[in-house]
């Protein structure tokens, strides 16, 4: 295994509740991931991230955990964890283990201990007051304190099943320095950070006022917590630290990946970016310039598990994601959509730095919106009108009808009936699918270390190179364009017209 690995790796986002079910309850689990770490092999990706399999009572689907050093019996148990740390190792998969250090569950010990009065009050952010001690609204929108009796109030900046830690407090900062070592013991590669950015609060509690300081968004003192989470890193051989950044500002984003910090954190800019040839140019020289300062590689994400799979929102007239502006049920040309999101990828798989694929997204599954009311469980709907739920609807692997041999059972969400020709199966072999597109787009990845540089071609067209003998072309000109001189055609995302690349299609080019 390379040193470094992160640097240009093929990431995969595995969300254990949708990825495939081993006993029949309807909810994925380590069993179901163990039995098809084949579909990853076969993939090619060098890592795997793993959402929370933590116990948890699950208002947040896992980000509420409530013990960070075992699992939640829905998905398994510590050995079978630590069986699928080992057999991902032999299958040369590295894995990333979620931490969730901002908040933890109000049926945390520690929690419990705090409401029963306990030195435990000290690690949250208890306040007496007889109206609500701020104005702020909460990461999910809606109010962020909940009282406890008449005049004492708690901090939660997601829901209040999420009761914000202090990280003033040292035994905080102990815990989780503790929690990093009890899982890279365990052979974890990589640590993802939740909310990394949200840590810390200003004591005096000011309300958020424009032009001034935010009073828990990005404060300086966070910096010094990953400094010393980096140093329990560097104890170990070739672990990761990626942190969860949402940060407009890129100069205050690449602060977190200081050489002393943090090794990668998302890059959210270009996933919120509109199909559009300038912007996205822009996006992404944005982004490497930013990360070349600090020398950190730059990272790639077209979904997660928080937001509208990228099929369905390169398929809308308004193609930009952010939280603020819900496009849920907007029309989507699902056709367009698959076309750009397969020269999406040959776009984000070939950039220098390292490329997460979220689970589903190399099958091209899109955005189930069709989820009845009383189905839906991500807790944002009542807060923001937005469901996360479209996007975690279980994978399907084989068969005709759902569950599409996800389970036995019924799944926790409900899938489409059109999702037949997306499984696994259907695709495997058709040398026109999604699936196939990114197994041999992962596979032609060897320019990975090459030197990156824009090729002109022209308004609308964007290219690169890396190295002397590869590139990368993708044509949102609106017409189509010629390719550049080249000796082979590697892959395209869609079929080409001779020599001419179409409208929304990317090639890789060997170059002569
Ligand atoms: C970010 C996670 O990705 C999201 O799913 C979660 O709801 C929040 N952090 C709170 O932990």
Known sequence: ???????????????????????????????????????????????????????????????????FRDIDPVFGDLSEAEALIAEAHEAGIRIIIDIVPNHISSEHPWFKAALAGGKERDYFWFRKSQNMPTNWVGEFGGTAWTKVDDDTWYLHLFTPEQPD???????????????????????ADGIRIDSAALLFKDPALPEVVEGEPHPFHDLDAVHDVYRSWRRIADEYEDRALIGEVWMPDVERFTNYLRPDELHAAFNFDLLGCAWD?????????????AHAGVGAPPTWVL??????????????????????????GTPADLELGTRRARAAALLT????????????????????????????????YAR???TRDGCRVPLPWSGDEPPYDFTTGAPWLPQPAEWKDRTVQAQTGDPSSMLELYRSAIRLRAFKDRDFAWLDRGAGVL????????????????????????????????????DLLPQDTAAWLRLK
């Open 349 to 380: 798989l070939s950039l220098p730095g390292s490329a997460y694929v979220y689970q589903g997204e190399e099958l091209g599954l899109w955005e189930n919106e069709s989820i009845p009311e009383d189905q839906i469980q991500d807790p944002m």
């Open 277 to 289: 040839p300038y912007l996205m140019r822009s996006s992404i020289e944005r982004t490497l310039d």
């Open 165 to 187: 830690l202090n990280w003033e407090h040292p035994a905080v900062r102990a815990e989780f320095e503790s929690i990093l070592r009890f899982w890279f013991d365990r052979g």
């Open 1 to 67: 295994m390379t040193n470094q690995w992160w640097r240009d790796a093929v990431i995969y986002q595995v969300y254990p509740r949708s990825f495939a079910d081993g006993d029949g309850d309807g909810v994925g689990d380590i069993a179901g991931i163990r039995a098809r770490l084949g579909h990853l092999r076969d993939l090619g990706v060098d890592a795997i991230w793993m959402s929370p399999w933590y116990p948890s009572p699950m208002a947040d689907a896992g980000y509420d955990v409530s013990d």
């Open 384 to 386: 923001r009108g937005h």
């Open 463 to 498: 290219a690169w190179t890396r190295g002397a003998d590869f590139a990368c072309v993708l044509n949102l000109s609106g017409g189509p364009v010629p390719l550049p001189e080249h000796e082979t055609v590697l892959l395209a995302s869609g079929p080409l017209d001779g």
């Open 303 to 328: 979904s997660n598990h928080d937001v509208t799979r990228h099929v369905t929102r390169y398929g809308r007239a308004d193609t930009t994601f952010s939280f603020e502006n819900n496009l849920d």
